[in-house]
């Protein structure tokens, strides 16, 4: 990881969660300007937890935390750090809480200073770029999975962050809506870091691929067989395969040559 242009830059972290084994031991993690990483590694490995401490959520016992080129410490900085970067949450009940679609996309623009007539264009204009027009009245709670996994992404984006962070984002969602998700996020002019364990969705929007394991970064293994018999890098980590990729130009091979599902 280079040094010039850093977004983010964790420095030597250590954290523990209260009670519990040590998460991260001198980790260190830097998003430069314009990468697309993803990150991979087994649950347990501290993938939500790095981006829980980006975002200030959780604190750690020591290292250094600098976000757009500062040295973000207090509350007040984080509280600023996340106006400009956008966190999907593995859970979408953990970030949908207004009664309707329009209202929670448009309570971050809001949130930022937005006039109401504003907040709301920005919330329309974002539900439409995600095929989402039709949904402004729709009761969140109501929504299916896959449809509150894209009303959080679109709450997100109304906020015109600089960078994402999502964790897990194909959670729930069926292969034609991943396949949607694939083309959105490749169509944005953002940096981003992407936790998933899905393999397919991870080369179609990434530049980059990093593992976790045992609470560090590491960088990409060689290609290496595995159980279901094709190879790529981080083939021992845990993993998936949605074959959206067979849909679009990617051209992943595997030695099965039917397409046929394998696990």
Do not use: C, W
Request: overall charge negative.
């Amino acid at each position: 990881m280079g040094t010039n242009n850093a977004l983010i830059h964790l420095k030597d972290i250590n954290f523990s969660y209260p009670g519990g084994r040590s998460v991260f031991e001198g980790l260190s993690f830097k998003l430069l300007d314009g990468e697309r990483l993803g990150l991979i590694g087994p649950n347990g490995s501290g993938k939500t937890t790095l981006f829980h401490i980006i975002m200030g959520l959780l604190k750690p016992s020591s290292g250094s935390v600098e976000i757009f080129g500062e040295q973000i410490k207090e509350e007040g900085q984080f509280q600023k750090v996340r106006q400009r970067i956008g966190l999907l949450f593995q859970d979408p009940d953990d970030q949908l809480f207004s009664p309707t679609v329009l209202e929670d996309v448009a309570f971050g623009p809001l949130n930022q200073g937005k006039s109401a007539k504003e907040a709301t264009a920005i919330a329309r204009d974002t539900l439409a770029k995600l095929g989402l027009e039709g949904f402004e009245h729709r009761i969140t709670y109501k929504l299916s999975g896959g449809e509150k996994r894209l009303v959080s992404l679109a709450a997100v984006l109304a906020m015109e962050p600089q960078v994402l962070l999502l964790d897990e984002p194909t959670t729930g969602l069926d292969m034609e809506t991943t396949t949607r998700l694939i083309e959105i996020l490749n169509n944005l002019n953002l940096s981003y870091v992407f936790i998933s364990h899905n393999m397919d969705f991870i080369t179609q929007t990434t530049t980059k691929v990093y593992g976790m394991i045992h609470g560090q970064i590491v960088t990409e293994e060689e290609a290496i067989p595995h159980t279901h018999e094709h190879v790529h890098g981080f083939g021992r980590l845990p993993h998936t395969h949605s074959y959206v990729e067979y849909l679009s130009a990617h051209n992943h091979k595997n030695e099965h040559g039917d397409g046929t599902e394998h696990s």
